[in-house]
Each structure stands twice: as C-alpha cells, then as structure tokens.
C-alpha cells in the first residue's frame, strides 16, 4: 500500500497543529515548516476542513487549529476521507474480471490495512511533540568561511 501525497500532507498538517504550541496556525507556517507547496497544501486543508478535522478561521487572531481533540482523530478515518475510494486496480476492462478473485483479495487486504490504523489516532503520533517541533522549525543556512 501506498498513500497519495495528498494523505501524506493531510497527515503532516494534522501532525503540526497537533503539535504546534500556538493557538492558530498558517498554511504558510505549515509549508515552510516542511519545505511544501503552499499552494497545494491549501487544497489539502480545505478537505481537512471538509471532513471535520480541521477547523479554519479567518481574519485577525484566525488560523488553522485542530477541529477536534488529537485522540478522537482516527488515522483510519483521516485516510478514508483523503484517498481514492476506488478498487486498487481497475478491473471494468479486464477479460477475466468475471472470473478473477484478486479485487475481493485486495479489498479484504486494504480493510485490514484501515481496520489497524483506526485503532492509532493522531494522539499517537504526537508522544514527544517538542521533539516534533524542534525538527519543524526553519534551519539556519551554516556560515562560510
């Protein structure tokens, strides 16, 4: 299994507000922080915002937070709401579709996939959030000479 860079950046967002010791963040903050495109991190955060997990405010004091506390957030869920709900391979065309028992195979594989990732939430992920923040924030470029 391998997860879109699209879940991969919800995860990290999700990581950094959950880590993050100040009460709003931004998507700038976020972007610099792990050296991403703003701009496809907004389309990232606007479906974190979609399924609840984020919440966004706009104007003075506004920002990025979490929608909810980091131990309600199910990493099961947050892939559910960020990849592809199609089959893992596209069998409309194949010739032996009616007769082939990989796609039950690799459904059975992918629910237990999510079946082990609904038991972690996004508390888990953020056991030492110092050390976390530490690795997040901007490097200064070494001195010459």
């Known amino acids: 299994m391998r997860l879109s860079r699209h879940s991969d950046y919800a995860i ?3 990581i950094h507000l959950g880590a ?3 009460p709003a ?4 903050a976020i972007a ?3 050296g991403i495109s703003r701009f496809h991190l907004m389309k990232v955060v606007q479906g974190l915002v979609h ?3 984020v919440a966004a405010r706009r104007g003075r004091g506004g920002g990025l937070t979490l929608a909810r506390d980091p131990g309600e957030i199910a990493l099961g869920a947050v892939l559910r709401h960020t990849e592809a709900t199609e089959a893992m391979v596209p069998c409309a065309t194949c010739r032996i579709a009616p007769a082939c028992t990989l796609p ?6 992918m629910a237990a996939f999510l079946a082990v990732l609904d038991q972690a939430n996004l ?3 953020l056991a030492d959030p110092q050390a976390l923040l530490g690795l997040l924030q901007p490097t200064k470029p070494a001195r010459e000479g």
Do not use: N, Q, Y
């Not at 963040?25 to 700038?28: G, K, N, P, R």
């Open 12 to 14: 990290r967002v999700l």
């Open 20 to 22: 993050a010791a100040t």
């Open 25 to 28: 963040t931004s998507i700038a």
């Open 32 to 34: 610099e922080a792990f």
């Open 51 to 53: 399924g609840g997990f």
């Open 104 to 109: 039950p195979l690799l459904g059975r594989a």
């Open 123 to 125: 508390a888990d992920l």
